[in-house]
């Protein structure tokens, strides 16, 4: 396929602002992109290649994505590995790439879940996906109730030790499990650098306990789903659901989901947004970024003008506290 030589932009890192991660020698952009929709086989390369070189060119230097990423599963490891392959691969250094395991991603009983047969065999073929040596982060994607804790950290240890990662995370679990696993990889060498975690003005789980725990013991905080799938922007506030939306597609999102009652305060929050002079959209990226403990935002995009309206949220002002204030009592009446 054609397609123009990638020369990354010269002023990449001039607007960009970074955030250490807990107590690590990495920083993290305050906003970083995920691959979980749109990088699909089913999608668009050259959609895929505009939005990845867009974010890149804007200083979004992480990049996370998982096994079972797509659809088909596996297949955004491949898109971003073509297209790593094209244009990345001379700023390999300038990169953090995430990817984890932990979901289904093949049958049989050893290709779930959080064994250490799963994950070693798991990064093994996410790295020929990609086309990559080692990825930066490697995560446990979810807590397994049935695999000891110690094993699933004894994986990610060892994973690091090979030099296939240099840093492990975990993602979505418990503040009490997530001590736990801190403690485990502490005691191996390989500390923990960070925690993937579902945050969004419309999903605060994290306030109880877990950002406590990750702050005191030096771990990052990546917050995932930060628009909450596109709720917290304008693509449905009108109320019909885009033909080429998430919701429209009717997995992850749920058109029935999106009720009149949720619209009513959504609509609230837009006009907040608006007499702050910015699109709800900024204003929820914002008001994760008023947290230090959070490293990044980190957002999904199916285009590039999404993208760039999202970054703009990083021009923006600080949402003074009267603002908080009030988009605390709006989301009293969030359901
Ligand atoms: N660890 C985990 O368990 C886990 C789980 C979920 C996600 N994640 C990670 O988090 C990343 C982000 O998750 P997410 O995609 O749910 O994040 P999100 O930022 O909450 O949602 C992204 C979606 O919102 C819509 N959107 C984004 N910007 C917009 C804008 N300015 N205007 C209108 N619509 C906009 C787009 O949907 P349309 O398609 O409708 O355009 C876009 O695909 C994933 O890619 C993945 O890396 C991790």
């Given amino acids: ?19 250490r991660c807990g107590k690590s020698g990495i920083k993290l952009p305050e906003l970083s992109l995920g691959l979980w929709h749109n990088f699909g086989g089913v999608d ?7 939005i990845l070189r867009t974010a890149f060119d804007r200083g979004i230097t992480h990049f996370d994505m998982a096994n079972n990423y797509g659809p088909p599963p596996g297949s955004a490891e491949e898109t971003f590995g073509t297209i790593f392959a094209q244009d990345f691969k001379p700023y390999r250094d300038e990169l953090i790439i995430s990817t984890k395991a932990g979901y289904t991603m093949w049958q049989g009983p050893y290709g779930d879940w959080g064994s250490k047969k ?20 490697f995560y446990h994607h979810r807590p397994d109730p049935d695999t000891p804790l110690e094993e699933t950290m004894d994986a990610l240890s060892q994973i690091v030790r090979q030099g296939k ?26 500390p923990c650098l960070i925690h993937q975690a579902k945050y969004s003005m419309l999903n605060r789980w994290t306030e109880d306990g877990l950002l406590d725990v990750l702050d005191d013991s030096g771990v990052g905080c ?31 999102l749920k058109e029935k989901d999106i009720t009149e009652e949720k619209l009513a305060v959504l609509r609230r929050l837009n006009d907040l947004a608006e007499q702050n002079d910015r699109t709800l959209a900024r204003m929820a990226v ?5 947290d230090r403990r959070n ?16 970054l703009k949220a990083l021009d923006d002002s600080d949402l003074d506290a009267a603002t908080l204030a009030k988009i605390d009592e709006i989301l009293k009446d969030w359901q």
């Fill in 286 to 290: 914002k008001w994760i970024l008023r």
């Fill in 295 to 310: 490293t990044s935002v980190l957002i999904g995009a199916s285009s590039v003008d999404q993208l760039n309206e999202n």
């Fill in 1 to 19: 396929m054609n397609f123009d030589p990638y020369c990354a932009g010269a002023n990449r890192y001039d607007t960009m602002k970074y955030r």
């Fill in 44 to 50: 668009k390369l050259e959609n895929c290649r505009a």
């Fill in 165 to 190: 990662a240099l840093y492990v995370g975990i993602s979505n679990y418990p503040a009490e499990l997530t001590q736990k696993a801190v403690e485990i990889l502490r005691k191996n060498g390989t």
């Fill in 118 to 137: 799963y994950l070693v065999a798991s990064l093994d073929q996410s790295l020929k996906r990609m086309g990559l040596d080692y990825v930066d982060i």
């Fill in 222 to 252: 990546i917050c995932f789903s930060p628009l909450a799938q596109g709720l917290l922007t304008g693509r449905y506030l009108s109320g019909n659901i885009p033909a080429d939306s998430r919701a429209a597609r009717n997995v992850f």
